[in-house]
């Protein structure tokens, strides 16, 4: 039996009846394997084996090799996404900014178109309450001259109705012609446009309904644009139109 120096020492150390058994068993193991022969063809199909198991670790390898490379790309890729949406929320923040910016500044500008229309509207009114003013000291002659009146008032004045409501008359002439009670009723505008004959016309109507009798209709303006008397002559033949002029050049 071949046994190692150092194996024979430590089997020293064991109890005789032991190492005797031991000793026993391992001459019975030699002599067993000392008889058993591989074959060739098993031998090759155990290198084939191998070499199997060598060519999938390798390939394994490969694969956790490209694996690998594409979580690295993966990362890459998650980490670009990750600063575009930054950038994107950045981005996203200053609109906001830029429409909070907007939106005072809209506030601002209709604000001031707010003020300038009342300012315009309040030049408006002084411009037709300057109109007139210089009417007033024609306006008899003008009634009686043109329209044939015989006139007992010229006023301003607000038409009050029963249910509270109003009309303001920038002219107001009251009178008879041919025995019936008539009135002249005139509004007046620095450059009458279509949607004060409009407004005129639906005074007009609540007017006549409140006094009764004839009603004779004027507007009177510095100018006429041509589309706009083109427009008050098909829509409103029964609202006269005058200028300035033609009204204090009566006599």
């Known amino acids: 039996m071949n046994m190692t120096g150092e194996l024979f020492k430590k089997m020293e150390d064991i109890d005789p009846k032991v190492r005797d058994v031991l000793l026993t068993m391992m001459d019975e193991v030699e002599a067993r394997t000392r008889n058993i022969t591989v074959g060739k063809g098993d031998f090759d199909q155990l290198i084939n084996i191998v070499q199997n198991l060598a060519h999938a ?3 394994t390898e490969k694969r956790l090799g490209e694996l690998a490379q594409a979580q690295e790309r993966t990362e ?32 601002i500008l209709a604000a001031g178109l707010t003020d300038l229309r009342k300012q315009v509207g309040g030049l408006s009114m002084t411009v037709g309450y300057g109109i007139e ?7 008899r002659q003008f009634a009686s001259t043109e329209f044939g009146m015989q006139v007992k008032l ?39 446009g279509k949607k004060d004959f409009e407004a005129f016309s639906k005074r007009l109507e609540r007017i006549r309904a409140h006094l009764g009798g004839d009603i004779i209709s004027v507007l ?22 005058y200028r300035t002029f033609e009204v204090e050049g009566v006599s």
């Open 57 to 59: 670790q390798e390939r």
């Open 76 to 107: 890459k890729r998650l980490g670009e996404l990750s600063q575009a949406q930054e950038r994107t929320e950045k981005r996203v923040e200053a609109l906001a900014l830029a429409q909070e910016r907007t939106e005072k500044t809209v506030k």
């Open 133 to 139: 003013d210089r009417l007033m000291p024609h306006a």
């Open 154 to 192: 010229v006023d301003r004045r607000n038409l009050i109705y029963p249910d509270g409501g109003y009309d303001e008359v920038n002219l107001y002439v009251e009178g008879e012609r041919e025995g019936r009670k008539t009135y002249l009723i005139g509004e007046c505008k620095a450059q009458p």
């Open 220 to 241: 009177v303006g510095y100018h006429f644009a041509p589309e706009v008397e083109a427009y008050a002559r098909k829509r409103y033949p029964d609202i006269r139109r």
